[in-house]
Every structure is written in C-alpha cells, then in structure tokens.
C-alpha cells in the first residue's frame, strides 16, 4: 500500500517534542494499573523514560500519533499483528459492514467454518481448526491436546510461548507458578538436535509435545526442523510449531509451508487478522478431533468481528502480494542497514539479522557481548527521529520505499552517534534514562 501524506514523521528532533500529556496519562495509570500497560513489552519499562511516549491516541497506515499528537513510525506494530497497516480501509469495511449484524452471538457464525476453509486451503498441517483470541490460548491448547492424545505429561519447548502456566514457569518470571507444574516443562536450544535428543533421553516415554518457534532471528540449519519431527517421530511425541509470529507474516502456508516440514499442530496469533483479536490452532484431524473432549471453550473464540477481519486480512494478503511486498521492503532495510553498520565501523556492534519481513538489530559491546546500553541508546536516538522501535523491525503492506529510506537516513545518524560513543566509551553517560531491560531475563 502506497503511503500517501502520511510518509513522514515531522523533522521532530527532541528537543521540540513535548511529552506532557505522556507523563500526565502515566501518573495517572501508576495509580490504578500495575506495570501500567497490560502487556510487559508495551509498558514504560521497554522504553526509555523521558525520550519516549507512553500512550498512544491514534494510528494510521505505518504511523502512529501518541497523546501529545507527535507521529512516529512503527516499526512495532502493536507487537506484531498489524500487517496490512494500521487502519486498513478494506478491512475496516469489512468490520462495519459486520458490525451492523452483531458480533457476538448464542450459537456458532458461518464465519468460523468460512475462515476456518481457508485456513485449511493454506496452511499445510491444517486439517481441522479451533480459533481462539490469544497467541497464548492456542499454545495453551496444543499443550492439552497432545497431553490429552499422548497420554504424557512432559512438555519440551524453545522460544517464546506467552503468559501460561506450562510455559512461563520454565523462565525467570516464574513467580505465581507451582514447583509441580515448573517440572513438567523442559526447554532445549534451537538448532541444537543433539540438546532435543538428550530431552528425550532424559525423560524416555514422558514427552507430549515438543513446541518450537520454526524460525526466529536465527535460521533453521540444513535438516533441523527435519530431524526435530523425526525425533518427535520416533519417540512417540507430537510436534508443534508456534507460529504467532511467522504465521501470515514469513509465508501465506506459514513457516512450515517456507521451509516444507508440516507439523502435527500449528498456533497462530498475528497478523492474521490485521490487529483483531483473532488466533487458531490447526492440526492433523486425528489429534484435532480429541477438541470434542479435551476443554477448550471460551466465552469470546468465535467474536465475528475478528473473524469478518480474519477473512478480508488473508484475502487481500493473497490477492496483493503482502508476503512479496514485506520481502522486497525488509530485504533493503536489512541490507543497507548492514551496510551503514559496516560504514560507520561498527559492523561487529550493531547487525540486522532474521528474515526479511521480521529483523532484529542485535547489539553487542567490545567482548561480542549483548549490550542493553547500546540498544538503549539506539532506542533513545530512534525514538528522537520519529521511530517507535524495541529494535526489532515488524513491517506491514503499508511500510513503502519511502519509508524504508528515511528510516535508513535516521539510521545514518543514529549509527554515527553509536560509533562515537563506543569510541570514547560514552553509551552509557549518554543515555537519558535507565537502560532497558528485558521482560525474561534468561531461560532456565
Ligand atoms: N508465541 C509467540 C511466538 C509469541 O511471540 C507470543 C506473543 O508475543 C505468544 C506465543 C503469546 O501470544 P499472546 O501474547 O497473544 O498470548
């Protein structure tokens, strides 16, 4: 989609932003909402204090306006889900034009079977679908499933796989979660067969399910995602891939359709419907089928909004070419990003890793070490030039040339600023507030 006026954000240096409403609306929210946002990654603690807004008013396309009425480029899009572009007119007509027969009703909505069709036509492991609201609904879902098909109680995962039980209690934010359930999770490294193998080995006949993210910033090496089905294979578990960030971003068949391994279940959880609270589980019929027993059943799973968006987001995905348009813009952002990195001398501090439509910047200091203070300076500097970023690039339909290029005349500046600051060892005298940290520190 073409960015017409919107293109960019003013010449807004810092200094003549006011922050005012910002800091107003947070005082505000510390009194009512802890953490202040209802997602960790969305809430004052991700952004540098001072530098950065903390509400946002409105958005449009690939921009988005906070309370004090400044325009920044987004390049995280709500987390990931705005793919098309934040107000996209075809599918806001298509919630209208829902709205107007209700959206929530007392027995099921021909929309269900509708998208659930299509989901079928596209993803290769999908054979039967339940939709859901969450990323974590479905991953949450496919745990019980394979629990309730295997007859097993162990769960090997590796990534991210939102705010449940089962997962969390693997990580450092385990706080709330019973020592009983933290056992039944075990994690392993990616691309790594040899650490699944001992998983197995460890915990012969107990696994349900191994669930990965099939791809993040790093690629899959030749034969991993190969050898993890096999191994699930021959032990007798299930694999899951957690596609809430690949699905309908990196490929319209998912991962899994990208680098042609099918899964026995797949979670989705953004992007397909351009923001609307929509998320599906898919799988093979045989596994699927055990939903008429296993408990799955929420008040909100079949919202037609969300569906009518559902359907108008993936239809206009295929029919423009969205997966086609995000490789061509994230291929030249990655690319010349690289290029500036190595310009500036700071090629081993700063790199532009993933795949095309969902890079991130990977700081380090001297000793090849992740640095947060460099990447907090970069979010400092970013957020001065109009860039809302966590230093990851999401990037929708409505991310244009014209707008890959002036990120990268910031980024030029940006990049002379880092430079300099590693070369005196100034990034963090530079920094006008805390560095940031991450929500999970480590996996345990
Ligand atoms: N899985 C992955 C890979 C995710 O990135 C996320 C969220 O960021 C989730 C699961 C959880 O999704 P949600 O936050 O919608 O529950």
Redesign the pocket.
């Known amino acids: 989609m073409k960015s017409d006026s919107l293109t960019m954000p003013n010449d807004q240096k810092n200094s003549r932003r006011s922050l005012e409403q910002s800091q107003a609306w947070l005082k505000r929210a510390e009194k009512l909402i802890p953490g202040c946002s209802q997602t960790f990654s969305k809430g004052p603690t991700q952004f540098m204090q001072g530098v950065a807004p903390n509400f946002i008013a409105k958005a449009k396309g690939a921009h988005v306006w906070d309370v004090d009425g400044n325009r920044y480029l987004d390049y995280i899009l709500g987390?990931g889900p705005i793919i098309l572009g934040h107000g996209y007119p075809a599918v806001q007509e298509a919630v209208i034009a829902q709205m107007e027969n209700g959206l929530s009703y007392s027995l099921p909505h021909t929309l269900e079977v509708e998208v659930a069709e299509l989901l079928a036509e596209l993803i290769p492991c999908a054979e039967m679908v339940r939709f859901a609201k969450?990323?974590?609904d479905v991953?949450t879902a496919a745990v019980r499933v394979s629990r309730g098909f295997t007859r097993r109680d162990k769960v090997a995962c590796c990534?991210?796989?939102?705010?449940q039980d089962w997962f969390i209690g693997s990580t450092s934010r385990n706080l709330g979660v019973p020592e009983a359930v933290r056992k039944l999770t075990v994690t392993f490294s990616y691309n790594d067969l040899a650490a699944l193998h001992r998983v197995f080995h460890d915990h012969p006949n107990e696994i349900a399910c191994v669930i990965l993210?099939p791809v993040t910033f790093n690629l899959p090496s030749a034969g991993y995602l190969e050898g993890v089905k096999e191994l699930c294979r021959k032990n007798g578990a299930l694999l899951v891939f957690?596609e809430?960030?690949t699905g309908f971003r990196i490929d319209l068949r998912g991962a899994q359709g990208y680098f042609g391994v099918t899964p026995d279940l797949a979670c989705f959880?953004k992007g397909i419907a351009n923001g609307f609270p929509l998320?599906a589980i898919t799988g093979r019929a045989e596994v699927m089928r055990l939903f008429t027993e296993v408990f799955f059943s929420t008040t909100h799973g079949g919202e037609a909004l969300s569906l009518a968006a559902g359907l108008t987001t993936i239809n206009e995905m295929r029919s423009k070419d969205v997966i086609g348009h995000l490789k061509k813009v994230g291929q030249k952002l990655k690319d010349e990003t690289n290029r500036l990195a190595a310009q500036h001398g700071i090629a081993r501090n700063v790199e532009c890793a993933g795949l095309p439509a969902w890079t991130t910047l990977r700081f380090c200091d001297a000793e090849g070490k992740a640095s947060p203070a460099l990447r907090s300076l970069f979010q400092q500097e970013a957020l001065k030039r109009g860039l809302l970023t966590h230093g990851n690039h999401m990037l929708s339909f409505s991310h244009d040339d014209a707008i890959i290029e002036f990120t990268l005349r910031a980024y030029g500046e940006i990049f002379a600023i880092l430079a300099e600051a590693l070369g005196n060892n100034s990034v963090e005298q530079r920094l006008e507030s805390a560095a940031l940290q991450p929500v999970i520190r480590q996996s345990t």
């Not at 990534?159 to 705010?163: K, S």
């Open positions: 987390l969450n990323g974590s991953t990534g991210y796989h939102g705010w993210e957690d809430v960030v959880g998320a």
